[in-house]
């Protein structure tokens, strides 16, 4: 594997860095997104190169593995189906092959195979701790998979291993938008305590020999980041929550130092920004989606892949004028400015987050005559730009001569943001992140999605709002970690719960087959590594796969993001 990087070297394609210019990442007015300098130090992935080239290898090989994804190559051999490097198996684990016999066309089975993997995991990680290699050691530094370090020193003098534990309960924190323009992903929450009531129902959490029920604490913040530093600080003086989890980048952001410094697990955050694979600098935060990076530069190689007639291409952008939105034009650009035989000209048009409408943006893109046009947007403003690519004629002129209209992963609902746009959502591609939609009739027939939804119903809440299903696509890793740790010496503590998360390997249910599910100390920042390519059929009401799932597990390099300037360092 490092000599493939090595070789990458020589081109001009270099593995995505995002170092763009200081075109920042401030949600407006609200924070956070520039207020604390992040550490640049970038986290070692033992790669270094070894051979003739010497020092100067190294430091270009240190260089080319910052980004946030994979490199290039690797992701251009994987969406071409020359891929044959990697490590994971097509189950989406790295279990050995006697150990994935289990029938995942049945809940009983998928139930069974999570108990085995939870059971590996737990064991291999208790022997670790039992032999001094894992765990808190006596100067206070916490060992983990993979040179995973977090110095417990470091940590508040009042900091406890068991605070949000109590008698009864384990109390997690959550921020999110249940109101404003993103609104609709407050509904992720609802979705996730539906499944937390099922666990403390059907399989209970176990503190010392006892159930503890998982209890949610959601706090509204309107995707205003200051808002978000204000709940933080409230869930961690006020309810003395075990862990907390964010939605949106620059909320996140905001608030993601902060944690660290407190030594408070946010895991699983409801992000793909590049910046939560960081397990040096920000250890106690990781992600779940794939990052932004990895689908920027997927839809470039989508573009070089199946627009060959057409190259190079004019691609317009609508990008949301925020850390998040900036994310994905940062990305694309970089991968635009290597890739100048594919993309002629690159426009990004951003937009107000809170904007009520997209017209005049949406003029913009129409006026540019772009060949692709990608919505680099979130919420209601991905229906917005359907809706406003088929009023003003983009649609029509982007089909015509054979281009193609991308919608982002985070808007892969086909609920919210695809059945209202009715028929100009038609033909939309999306790099969709591997996930399903369990509105989706391809899947509803499936085991665990109508586990789901019969979970979903029997609350009396709607199966037909898939952003519910969304909650059990960041509840089921959640819950599979708090069980992981529970079982390790000490039991559940937030030590041991981040042990957990940085060591998980599972077969995600509500992933396509072929999407790996894993962390990896700090070689692997990344949970989720892979995407389909899916178009959407309006008619159908479902989103088509095309070609082959692109997983390049394990292969993403770590983040050390730089708030100030943007970019990976």
């Given at each position: 594997?490092?000599?493939?990087?090595?070789?990458?070297?020589?081109?001009?394609?270099?593995?995505?860095?995002?170092?763009?210019?200081?075109?920042?990442?401030?949600?407006?007015?609200?924070?956070?997104?520039?207020?604390?300098?992040?550490?640049?130090?970038?986290?070692?992935?033992?790669?270094?190169?070894?051979?003739?080239?010497?020092?100067?290898?190294?430091?270009?090989?240190?260089?080319?593995?910052?980004?946030?994804?994979?490199?290039?190559?690797?992701?251009?051999?994987?969406?071409?189906?020359?891929?044959?490097?990697?490590?994971?198996?097509?189950?989406?684990?790295?279990?050995?092959?006697?150990?994935?016999?289990?029938?995942?066309?049945?809940?009983?089975?998928?139930?069974?195979?999570?108990?085995?993997?939870?059971?590996?995991?737990?064991?291999?990680?208790?022997?670790?701790?039992?032999?001094?290699?894992?765990?808190?050691?006596?100067?206070?530094?916490?060992?983990?998979?993979?040179?995973?370090?977090?110095?417990?020193?470091?940590?508040?003098?009042?900091?406890?291993?068991?605070?949000?534990?109590?008698?009864?309960?384990?109390?997690?924190?959550?921020?999110?938008?249940?109101?404003?323009?993103?609104?609709?992903?407050?509904?992720?929450?609802?979705?996730?305590?539906?499944?937390?009531?099922?666990?403390?129902?059907?399989?209970?959490?176990?503190?010392?020999?006892?159930?503890?029920?998982?209890?949610?604490?959601?706090?509204?913040?309107?995707?205003?980041?200051?808002?978000?530093?204000?709940?933080?600080?409230?869930?961690?003086?006020?309810?003395?929550?075990?862990?907390?989890?964010?939605?949106?980048?620059?909320?996140?952001?905001?608030?993601?130092?902060k944690l660290n410094e407190e030594c408070i697990p946010q895991p699983f955050v409801m992000t793909g920004h590049p910046a939560w694979g960081d397990p040096v600098n920000h250890p106690w935060t990781t992600g779940m989606q794939m990052s932004y990076s990895t689908e920027s530069i997927l839809w470039g190689a989508w573009i070089k892949e199946n627009l060959s007639d057409l190259l190079p291409v004019k691609v317009a952008g609508l990008v949301m004028d925020n850390d998040f939105g900036l994310a994905y034009e940062l990305g694309f650009h970089e991968w635009a400015e290597a890739n100048p035989d594919v993309v002629s000209e690159y426009l990004p048009v951003r937009h107000d987050p809170a904007a009520p409408t997209l017209t005049n943006e949406m003029t913009t893109v129409a006026a540019f005559e772009p060949d692709v046009f990608i919505s680099m947007t979130a919420g209601n403003p991905c229906l917005l730009a359907i809706q406003e690519a088929g009023q003003s004629g983009l649609y029509d002129d982007i089909n015509a001569k054979g281009g193609a209209l991308f919608t982002p992963s985070v808007c892969k609902g086909i609920e919210a943001y695809m059945k209202p746009a009715g028929d100009f959502a038609h033909n939309w591609w999306i790099v969709g992140g591997g996930s399903k939609d369990t509105t989706d009739p391809k899947h509803v027939d499936e085991p665990f999605i109508k586990f789901v939804n019969d979970n979903l119903e029997a609350a009396e809440l709607d199966p037909s709002v898939s952003l519910y299903g969304i909650g059990y696509t960041f509840g089921y890793p959640y819950g599979e970690a708090l069980r992981v740790a529970a079982e390790l010496p000490g039991g559940l503590n937030r030590t041991n719960f981040i042990l957990a998360v940085r060591a998980i390997d599972i077969y995600s249910p509500l992933h396509l087959d072929g999407i790996s599910a894993q962390l990896n100390g700090s070689a692997d920042g990344y949970f989720i590594e892979g995407s389909d390519f899916s178009l959407f059929d309006a008619d159908a009401q479902t989103w088509d796969i095309i070609g082959e799932i692109v997983d390049v597990n394990g292969l993403s390099s770590n983040c050390a993001w730089d708030k100030d300037n943007g970019g990976c360092r």
């Amino acid at each position: 594997m490092t000599k493939r990087r090595m070789w990458r070297l020589l081109a001009v394609l270099f593995a995505f860095s995002l170092v763009a210019a200081a075109c920042g990442g401030d949600d407006d007015d609200e924070g956070g997104a520039s207020e604390t300098e992040t550490e640049t130090t970038a986290a070692s992935t033992g790669d270094d190169a070894t051979d003739d080239d010497g020092e100067m290898m190294e430091e270009e090989e240190e260089q080319s593995s910052l980004g946030g994804a994979a490199s290039e190559e690797d992701i251009e051999a994987a969406v071409s189906g020359e891929d044959d490097d990697g490590d994971s198996d097509d189950d989406g684990g790295m279990m050995e092959e006697d150990e994935m016999m289990f029938d995942r066309s049945t809940l009983q089975g998928i139930f069974d195979e999570a108990a085995a993997r939870r059971d590996k995991t737990a064991a291999e990680l208790t022997e670790k701790i039992e032999s001094g290699e894992y765990g808190v050691g006596d100067d206070g530094i916490l060992r983990g998979p993979a040179g995973f370090e977090i110095d417990m020193n470091a940590c508040p003098d009042d900091w406890s291993n068991t605070t949000g534990i109590t008698d009864s309960q384990v109390r997690i924190g959550h921020t999110t938008a249940q109101s404003g323009n993103l609104a609709a992903y407050g509904n992720i929450a609802y979705g996730w305590e539906n499944y937390f009531d099922w666990l403390n129902e059907n399989d209970p959490i176990m503190v010392g020999g006892a159930p503890r029920e998982l209890t949610l604490i959601i706090k509204d913040d309107a995707y205003v980041a200051a808002q978000t530093i204000e709940f933080v600080d409230e869930l961690i003086e006020a309810e003395n929550v075990f862990s907390i989890l964010t939605l949106g980048s620059p909320n996140t952001l905001a608030v993601y130092d902060k944690l660290n410094e407190e030594c408070i697990p946010q895991p699983f955050v409801m992000t793909g920004h590049p910046a939560w694979g960081d397990p040096v600098n920000h250890p106690w935060t990781t992600g779940m989606q794939m990052s932004y990076s990895t689908e920027s530069i997927l839809w470039g190689a989508w573009i070089k892949e199946n627009l060959s007639d057409l190259l190079p291409v004019k691609v317009a952008g609508l990008v949301m004028d925020n850390d998040f939105g900036l994310a994905y034009e940062l990305g694309f650009h970089e991968w635009a400015e290597a890739n100048p035989d594919v993309v002629s000209e690159y426009l990004p048009v951003r937009h107000d987050p809170a904007a009520p409408t997209l017209t005049n943006e949406m003029t913009t893109v129409a006026a540019f005559e772009p060949d692709v046009f990608i919505s680099m947007t979130a919420g209601n403003p991905c229906l917005l730009a359907i809706q406003e690519a088929g009023q003003s004629g983009l649609y029509d002129d982007i089909n015509a001569k054979g281009g193609a209209l991308f919608t982002p992963s985070v808007c892969k609902g086909i609920e919210a943001y695809m059945k209202p746009a009715g028929d100009f959502a038609h033909n939309w591609w999306i790099v969709g992140g591997g996930s399903k939609d369990t509105t989706d009739p391809k899947h509803v027939d499936e085991p665990f999605i109508k586990f789901v939804n019969d979970n979903l119903e029997a609350a009396e809440l709607d199966p037909s709002v898939s952003l519910y299903g969304i909650g059990y696509t960041f509840g089921y890793p959640y819950g599979e970690a708090l069980r992981v740790a529970a079982e390790l010496p000490g039991g559940l503590n937030r030590t041991n719960f981040i042990l957990a998360v940085r060591a998980i390997d599972i077969y995600s249910p509500l992933h396509l087959d072929g999407i790996s599910a894993q962390l990896n100390g700090s070689a692997d920042g990344y949970f989720i590594e892979g995407s389909d390519f899916s178009l959407f059929d309006a008619d159908a009401q479902t989103w088509d796969i095309i070609g082959e799932i692109v997983d390049v597990n394990g292969l993403s390099s770590n983040c050390a993001w730089d708030k100030d300037n943007g970019g990976c360092r």
